[in-house]
Protein backbone atom coordinates (compact mmCIF):
# COMPACT_ATOMS: atom_id res chain seq x y z
CA UNK A 1 0.00 0.00 0.00
CA UNK A 2 1.24 3.66 -1.23
CA UNK A 3 1.59 6.92 0.75
CA UNK A 4 -1.28 9.22 -0.78
CA UNK A 5 -0.90 13.22 -0.25
CA UNK A 6 -2.57 16.00 -1.00
CA UNK A 7 -1.30 18.20 -4.02
CA UNK A 8 -4.24 20.73 -4.76
CA UNK A 9 -6.37 22.40 -2.49
CA UNK A 10 -10.04 24.18 -3.84
CA UNK A 11 -13.10 26.06 -1.91
CA UNK A 12 -15.77 28.07 -2.75
CA UNK A 13 -17.88 30.34 -0.96
CA UNK A 14 -20.41 28.71 1.61
CA UNK A 15 -23.68 29.95 1.75
CA UNK A 16 -27.06 30.81 -0.45
CA UNK A 17 -25.94 29.87 -3.82
CA UNK A 18 -28.43 29.85 -5.95
CA UNK A 19 -26.43 32.16 -8.32
CA UNK A 20 -25.23 28.54 -10.25
CA UNK A 21 -26.26 25.58 -10.88
CA UNK A 22 -24.87 22.32 -9.55
CA UNK A 23 -22.38 21.74 -11.14
CA UNK A 24 -20.90 25.85 -12.04
CA UNK A 25 -20.74 25.35 -8.42
CA UNK A 26 -18.54 22.27 -8.20
CA UNK A 27 -16.41 24.12 -10.85
CA UNK A 28 -15.85 26.67 -8.83
CA UNK A 29 -13.49 24.13 -6.52
CA UNK A 30 -12.31 21.62 -9.41
CA UNK A 31 -10.67 24.65 -11.10
CA UNK A 32 -9.46 26.14 -8.03
CA UNK A 33 -7.56 22.51 -6.92
CA UNK A 34 -6.15 21.91 -10.37
CA UNK A 35 -5.07 25.40 -10.98
CA UNK A 36 -3.44 24.83 -7.40
CA UNK A 37 -1.45 21.36 -8.40
CA UNK A 38 -0.98 22.75 -11.64
CA UNK A 39 -2.58 20.08 -13.53
CA UNK A 40 -4.98 19.72 -16.41
CA UNK A 41 -7.99 17.46 -16.36
CA UNK A 42 -6.73 14.92 -18.46
CA UNK A 43 -4.22 14.07 -15.58
CA UNK A 44 -6.84 13.16 -13.43
CA UNK A 45 -7.64 9.25 -13.22
CA UNK A 46 -10.73 8.94 -11.25
CA UNK A 47 -12.51 11.10 -9.66
CA UNK A 48 -14.73 10.68 -6.93
CA UNK A 49 -18.41 13.26 -5.78
CA UNK A 50 -19.83 13.50 -2.83
CA UNK A 51 -23.12 14.67 -2.99
CA UNK A 52 -26.61 13.67 -1.25
CA UNK A 53 -28.46 15.41 -3.37
CA UNK A 54 -32.43 14.66 -2.33
CA UNK A 55 -33.14 18.23 -2.40
CA UNK A 56 -31.09 18.42 -5.96
CA UNK A 57 -32.24 18.60 -10.06
CA UNK A 58 -29.68 16.57 -10.07
CA UNK A 59 -30.50 12.71 -10.36
CA UNK A 60 -26.98 11.70 -11.22
CA UNK A 61 -24.59 14.44 -10.06
CA UNK A 62 -21.26 12.94 -11.00
CA UNK A 63 -22.26 12.33 -14.59
CA UNK A 64 -23.29 15.76 -14.79
CA UNK A 65 -20.38 17.28 -12.90
CA UNK A 66 -17.71 15.07 -14.32
CA UNK A 67 -19.02 16.50 -18.03
CA UNK A 68 -19.23 19.93 -16.93
CA UNK A 69 -15.68 19.76 -15.72
CA UNK A 70 -14.20 18.15 -18.63
CA UNK A 71 -13.45 15.26 -16.78
CA UNK A 72 -15.43 12.52 -18.86
CA UNK A 73 -14.58 9.78 -19.43
CA UNK A 74 -12.62 8.87 -16.52
CA UNK A 75 -14.16 6.48 -13.86
CA UNK A 76 -16.50 8.41 -11.06
CA UNK A 77 -18.43 7.40 -8.50
CA UNK A 78 -21.26 9.22 -6.55
CA UNK A 79 -20.57 8.92 -3.09
CA UNK A 80 -23.24 9.15 -0.09
CA UNK A 81 -23.09 8.64 4.10
CA UNK A 82 -25.27 11.32 5.13
CA UNK A 83 -23.28 14.58 7.19
CA UNK A 84 -20.31 12.53 6.47
CA UNK A 85 -20.44 11.93 2.50
CA UNK A 86 -17.61 14.45 2.20
CA UNK A 87 -15.10 12.22 4.02
CA UNK A 88 -16.41 9.15 2.32
CA UNK A 89 -15.78 10.37 -1.09
CA UNK A 90 -12.34 11.60 0.21
CA UNK A 91 -11.74 7.51 1.22
CA UNK A 92 -13.06 6.62 -2.15
CA UNK A 93 -10.38 8.08 -3.88
CA UNK A 94 -8.04 8.09 -0.54
CA UNK A 95 -8.00 3.91 -1.51
CA UNK A 96 -7.95 4.06 -5.30
CA UNK A 97 -4.60 6.05 -5.54
CA UNK A 98 -3.58 4.23 -1.90
CA UNK A 99 -3.59 0.56 -3.61
CA UNK A 100 -1.95 1.33 -6.72
CA UNK A 101 -5.35 1.30 -9.24
CA UNK A 102 -4.50 4.61 -9.66
CA UNK A 103 -1.70 7.82 -9.42
CA UNK A 104 -3.68 10.50 -9.07
CA UNK A 105 -7.96 11.30 -8.35
CA UNK A 106 -10.18 13.97 -7.72
CA UNK A 107 -12.70 14.63 -5.04
CA UNK A 108 -14.90 17.02 -5.32
CA UNK A 109 -17.85 17.55 -2.40
CA UNK A 110 -21.03 19.69 -3.29
CA UNK A 111 -24.29 20.53 -2.22
CA UNK A 112 -27.13 22.58 -3.20
CA UNK A 113 -29.66 22.76 -0.86
CA UNK A 114 -31.28 25.85 -1.53
CA UNK A 115 -32.94 23.72 -4.73
CA UNK A 116 -35.79 22.81 -2.39
CA UNK A 117 -37.33 25.04 0.02
CA UNK A 118 -36.59 24.87 3.44
CA UNK A 119 -39.18 23.07 5.21
CA UNK A 120 -39.00 20.22 2.70
CA UNK A 121 -34.93 20.25 3.42
CA UNK A 122 -35.61 19.82 7.34
CA UNK A 123 -38.06 17.15 6.40
CA UNK A 124 -35.74 15.14 4.17
CA UNK A 125 -32.77 15.62 7.01
CA UNK A 126 -34.83 14.37 9.49
CA UNK A 127 -35.90 11.46 7.89
CA UNK A 128 -32.28 10.36 7.65
CA UNK A 129 -32.29 8.31 10.98
CA UNK A 130 -34.75 5.32 11.49
CA UNK A 131 -37.67 6.31 9.48
CA UNK A 132 -40.47 4.21 10.87
CA UNK A 133 -39.39 4.32 14.38
CA UNK A 134 -38.01 7.78 14.93
CA UNK A 135 -39.62 10.17 12.18
CA UNK A 136 -43.01 8.84 11.47
CA UNK A 137 -44.07 7.67 14.41
CA UNK A 138 -42.71 10.58 16.82
CA UNK A 139 -41.61 13.18 14.08
CA UNK A 140 -37.94 13.54 15.21
CA UNK A 141 -36.14 16.51 13.40
CA UNK A 142 -32.74 16.89 13.44
CA UNK A 143 -32.32 19.21 16.15
CA UNK A 144 -34.81 17.10 17.73
CA UNK A 145 -31.98 13.93 17.35
CA UNK A 146 -28.92 16.83 18.89
CA UNK A 147 -31.62 17.80 22.00
CA UNK A 148 -31.70 14.04 23.35
CA UNK A 149 -27.57 14.00 23.05
CA UNK A 150 -27.18 17.61 24.71
CA UNK A 151 -29.85 17.13 27.74
CA UNK A 152 -28.12 13.81 28.60
CA UNK A 153 -25.11 15.34 28.43
CA UNK A 154 -26.16 18.34 30.49
CA UNK A 155 -28.08 16.08 33.13
CA UNK A 156 -25.33 14.09 33.73
CA UNK A 157 -22.17 16.42 33.69
CA UNK A 158 -23.84 19.55 34.80
CA UNK A 159 -22.94 21.73 31.25
CA UNK A 160 -24.96 24.76 30.92
CA UNK A 161 -26.51 26.48 28.38
CA UNK A 162 -23.77 29.12 28.66
CA UNK A 163 -21.14 26.14 27.82
CA UNK A 164 -22.88 25.44 24.29
CA UNK A 165 -23.03 29.29 23.52
CA UNK A 166 -19.33 29.60 24.12
CA UNK A 167 -18.66 26.73 21.22
CA UNK A 168 -21.26 29.17 18.72
CA UNK A 169 -19.65 32.15 19.75
CA UNK A 170 -16.00 31.06 19.15
CA UNK A 171 -16.80 29.47 15.84
CA UNK A 172 -18.59 32.50 14.63
CA UNK A 173 -15.46 34.52 16.10
CA UNK A 174 -13.47 32.66 13.39
CA UNK A 175 -16.36 32.50 11.02
CA UNK A 176 -16.10 36.06 10.84
CA UNK A 177 -12.44 35.96 9.61
CA UNK A 178 -13.02 33.40 6.91
CA UNK A 179 -14.06 34.70 3.68
CA UNK A 180 -15.52 31.29 2.26
CA UNK A 181 -18.30 30.84 5.44
CA UNK A 182 -21.89 31.83 5.16
CA UNK A 183 -21.98 33.66 8.63
CA UNK A 184 -19.38 36.24 8.52
CA UNK A 185 -20.68 38.24 11.90
CA UNK A 186 -19.42 37.30 15.77
CA UNK A 187 -22.12 37.04 18.22
CA UNK A 188 -22.19 37.76 22.22
CA UNK A 189 -23.28 35.53 24.89
CA UNK A 190 -26.32 37.94 25.09
CA UNK A 191 -27.24 37.20 21.49
CA UNK A 192 -26.75 33.78 21.98
CA UNK A 193 -28.80 33.53 25.05
CA UNK A 194 -31.92 35.30 23.43
CA UNK A 195 -31.89 33.29 20.63
CA UNK A 196 -35.20 31.52 19.37
CA UNK A 197 -35.85 27.70 20.96
CA UNK A 198 -35.35 25.07 17.94
CA UNK A 199 -35.48 22.11 20.17
CA UNK A 200 -34.77 22.33 24.09
CA UNK A 201 -31.82 23.15 25.09
CA UNK A 202 -30.82 23.86 21.54
CA UNK A 203 -31.50 27.16 20.19
CA UNK A 204 -31.27 28.85 16.69
CA UNK A 205 -27.54 29.90 17.41
CA UNK A 206 -26.54 26.04 18.41
CA UNK A 207 -27.40 24.60 15.26
CA UNK A 208 -25.65 25.05 12.38
CA UNK A 209 -27.42 26.61 9.04
CA UNK A 210 -29.05 24.70 5.70
CA UNK A 211 -25.18 25.77 3.04
CA UNK A 212 -25.05 25.39 -0.50
CA UNK A 213 -21.05 25.18 -1.46
CA UNK A 214 -18.49 22.91 -2.53
CA UNK A 215 -14.71 21.89 -1.65
CA UNK A 216 -12.63 20.03 -3.84
CA UNK A 217 -9.15 17.83 -3.38
CA UNK A 218 -6.28 16.30 -5.72
CA UNK A 219 -4.38 13.09 -4.01
CA UNK A 220 -1.36 12.01 -5.75
CA UNK A 221 0.61 8.78 -4.83
CA UNK A 222 4.09 9.49 -3.18
CA UNK A 223 5.82 8.84 -6.50
CA UNK A 224 4.07 11.41 -8.05
CA UNK A 225 3.40 13.99 -5.63
CA UNK A 226 7.33 14.82 -5.29
CA UNK A 227 7.36 15.56 -9.32
CA UNK A 228 4.36 17.88 -8.57
CA UNK A 229 4.91 19.74 -5.28
CA UNK A 230 7.60 20.18 -2.47
CA UNK A 231 5.01 21.11 -0.20
CA UNK A 232 2.43 17.70 0.07
CA UNK A 233 0.36 16.71 3.07
CA UNK A 234 0.03 13.34 3.41
CA UNK A 235 -3.40 11.48 4.34
CA UNK A 236 -1.70 9.36 7.42
CA UNK A 237 -4.55 7.07 8.80
CA UNK A 238 -8.16 7.08 8.71
CA UNK A 239 -10.65 5.43 10.87
CA UNK A 240 -13.87 4.58 9.94
CA UNK A 241 -16.95 3.09 12.18
CA UNK A 242 -20.91 2.82 12.20
CA UNK A 243 -23.56 3.40 14.19
CA UNK A 244 -27.10 1.57 14.71
CA UNK A 245 -29.87 3.45 12.61
CA UNK A 246 -32.60 3.44 15.69
CA UNK A 247 -31.26 5.62 18.39
CA UNK A 248 -32.89 3.68 20.80
CA UNK A 249 -30.61 0.65 20.66
CA UNK A 250 -28.30 2.94 21.86
CA UNK A 251 -27.31 2.82 25.71
CA UNK A 252 -25.65 6.17 25.81
CA UNK A 253 -26.52 9.60 24.45
CA UNK A 254 -23.41 11.42 26.11
CA UNK A 255 -20.94 10.80 23.11
CA UNK A 256 -21.09 9.32 19.74
CA UNK A 257 -19.73 5.77 20.19
CA UNK A 258 -18.82 5.50 16.21
CA UNK A 259 -16.87 8.40 16.30
CA UNK A 260 -14.70 6.95 19.07
CA UNK A 261 -14.32 3.91 17.56
CA UNK A 262 -13.62 5.51 14.18
CA UNK A 263 -10.84 7.72 16.21
CA UNK A 264 -9.16 4.76 17.99
CA UNK A 265 -8.73 3.17 14.67
CA UNK A 266 -6.70 6.33 13.35
CA UNK A 267 -4.54 6.63 16.31
CA UNK A 268 -3.25 3.10 16.66
CA UNK A 269 -2.55 3.20 12.72
CA UNK A 270 -0.63 6.79 13.03
CA UNK A 271 0.90 5.47 16.81
CA UNK A 272 -1.17 8.46 18.79
CA UNK A 273 -1.39 7.83 22.26
CA UNK A 274 -5.94 8.39 23.16
CA UNK A 275 -5.33 10.18 26.42
CA UNK A 276 -2.89 12.67 25.42
CA UNK A 277 -4.07 12.92 21.45
CA UNK A 278 -4.41 17.07 21.98
CA UNK A 279 -0.95 16.85 21.82
CA UNK A 280 0.04 15.51 18.69
CA UNK A 281 -2.19 17.99 16.67
CA UNK A 282 -1.79 21.58 15.65
CA UNK A 283 -5.69 21.95 14.10
CA UNK A 284 -8.52 19.87 14.29
CA UNK A 285 -11.79 19.91 12.66
CA UNK A 286 -14.96 18.56 14.32
CA UNK A 287 -18.30 17.63 13.44
CA UNK A 288 -20.13 21.08 15.51
CA UNK A 289 -23.53 20.24 13.40
CA UNK A 290 -24.58 21.45 16.66
CA UNK A 291 -22.69 22.99 19.29
CA UNK A 292 -23.25 19.94 21.64
CA UNK A 293 -21.72 17.70 18.99
CA UNK A 294 -18.57 19.93 18.88
CA UNK A 295 -18.43 19.12 22.82
CA UNK A 296 -18.56 15.57 22.51
CA UNK A 297 -16.12 15.67 19.63
CA UNK A 298 -13.29 16.67 22.36
CA UNK A 299 -14.12 13.53 24.64
CA UNK A 300 -14.56 11.24 21.61
CA UNK A 301 -11.33 12.14 19.90
CA UNK A 302 -9.36 11.64 23.55
CA UNK A 303 -8.59 15.91 23.68
CA UNK A 304 -10.60 15.99 27.02
CA UNK A 305 -11.87 13.20 29.80
CA UNK A 306 -15.39 11.60 29.57
CA UNK A 307 -17.29 14.47 30.84
CA UNK A 308 -14.86 17.35 30.73
CA UNK A 309 -15.61 18.10 26.95
CA UNK A 310 -17.92 21.52 28.21
CA UNK A 311 -14.81 22.80 30.35
CA UNK A 312 -12.40 23.21 27.15
CA UNK A 313 -15.30 25.45 25.70
CA UNK A 314 -15.66 27.15 29.31
CA UNK A 315 -12.25 27.84 29.72
CA UNK A 316 -11.70 28.89 25.59
CA UNK A 317 -8.74 26.29 25.21
CA UNK A 318 -10.21 25.68 21.67
CA UNK A 319 -9.04 28.71 20.68
CA UNK A 320 -5.96 29.56 18.78
CA UNK A 321 -2.96 29.51 21.19
CA UNK A 322 -5.22 27.29 23.23
CA UNK A 323 -4.75 23.56 24.25
CA UNK A 324 -5.62 22.61 20.52
CA UNK A 325 -7.17 25.20 18.03
CA UNK A 326 -11.01 23.49 17.20
CA UNK A 327 -12.73 25.02 13.60
CA UNK A 328 -10.79 27.81 13.42
CA UNK A 329 -12.17 28.57 9.82
CA UNK A 330 -16.07 28.78 11.60
CA UNK A 331 -16.61 25.05 11.55
CA UNK A 332 -19.93 23.80 10.29
CA UNK A 333 -21.70 26.28 12.87
CA UNK A 334 -20.44 29.54 10.66
CA UNK A 335 -18.33 28.63 8.28
CA UNK A 336 -22.01 26.40 6.53
CA UNK A 337 -22.68 22.56 6.55
CA UNK A 338 -23.49 21.72 2.48
CA UNK A 339 -23.91 18.40 3.76
CA UNK A 340 -22.19 16.74 0.35
CA UNK A 341 -18.86 19.17 1.23
CA UNK A 342 -18.57 19.02 4.35
CA UNK A 343 -15.55 16.45 4.69
CA UNK A 344 -13.64 17.72 1.87
CA UNK A 345 -13.79 21.22 3.19
CA UNK A 346 -12.34 19.84 6.53
CA UNK A 347 -9.66 18.21 4.46
CA UNK A 348 -9.28 21.55 2.67
CA UNK A 349 -9.27 23.75 5.87
CA UNK A 350 -6.57 21.64 7.69
CA UNK A 351 -4.20 21.07 4.42
CA UNK A 352 -4.10 25.24 4.06
CA UNK A 353 -3.31 25.45 7.85
CA UNK A 354 -0.60 23.16 7.73
CA UNK A 355 0.94 24.87 5.06
CA UNK A 356 0.45 27.83 6.81
CA UNK A 357 -1.92 29.35 4.27
CA UNK A 358 -5.24 29.71 6.11
CA UNK A 359 -7.15 33.35 5.74
CA UNK A 360 -5.51 36.28 8.36
CA UNK A 361 -6.88 35.77 11.80
CA UNK A 362 -7.78 31.87 11.58
CA UNK A 363 -4.05 30.64 10.87
CA UNK A 364 -2.48 28.48 14.38
CA UNK A 365 1.34 28.12 14.93
CA UNK A 366 2.28 24.81 13.08
CA UNK A 367 4.88 22.56 15.49
CA UNK A 368 3.93 19.39 15.33
CA UNK A 369 2.47 19.91 10.94
CA UNK A 370 -0.22 17.93 12.06
CA UNK A 371 -4.24 18.19 11.87
CA UNK A 372 -7.44 15.87 12.37
CA UNK A 373 -10.55 15.85 10.83
CA UNK A 374 -13.72 14.26 12.71
CA UNK A 375 -16.60 13.67 10.18
CA UNK A 376 -20.00 12.29 11.47
CA UNK A 377 -22.59 11.09 9.43
CA UNK A 378 -26.31 11.45 11.31
CA UNK A 379 -26.16 11.56 14.88
CA UNK A 380 -23.27 8.68 14.43
CA UNK A 381 -24.61 6.75 11.82
CA UNK A 382 -21.59 6.76 10.10
CA UNK A 383 -18.52 8.58 11.32
CA UNK A 384 -14.60 9.31 9.72
CA UNK A 385 -11.97 10.42 11.56
CA UNK A 386 -8.54 11.49 9.13
CA UNK A 387 -5.22 12.09 10.04
CA UNK A 388 -2.84 14.46 7.76
CA UNK A 389 0.86 15.43 8.17
CA UNK A 390 3.24 17.74 7.01
CA UNK A 391 5.60 14.87 7.58
CA UNK A 392 5.44 11.74 5.22
CA UNK A 393 4.78 8.70 6.43
CA UNK A 394 6.61 5.52 7.06
CA UNK A 395 5.03 2.72 4.67
Known amino acids: MRNVAIIGTGHTKFGVRTDVNLQELAWEAVKQALEEANLDQNEIQYFAVGNVGNWSSEELPAVVIGEYCNLTPKGTMRVEAACATGSAALRDAYMAVKSGEVDIALVVGVEQMHQAPNPQVVELIGRAGDYFWEFENFGLTFPGYYALHASAYMAKYGAKEEDLGKIAIKNHYYGARNPYAQFQKEISMDDYLKSKPVAYPLKLLDSSPITDGAAAVILASEEVAKKITDSPVWIVSQGVASGTANLSRRSDFTHIEAAFLAAQQAYRKAGIDFNEA ?118
Open 278 to 395: WKYFDVAEVHDCFTIAEIMAYEDLGFAKRGEGYLLAREEQTYIGGRIPVNVDGGLKAKGHPIGATGVSMAVSITRQLLQRAHKGTQVEVKNGMGIAHNVGGTGHYAYVTIFSTRRPST
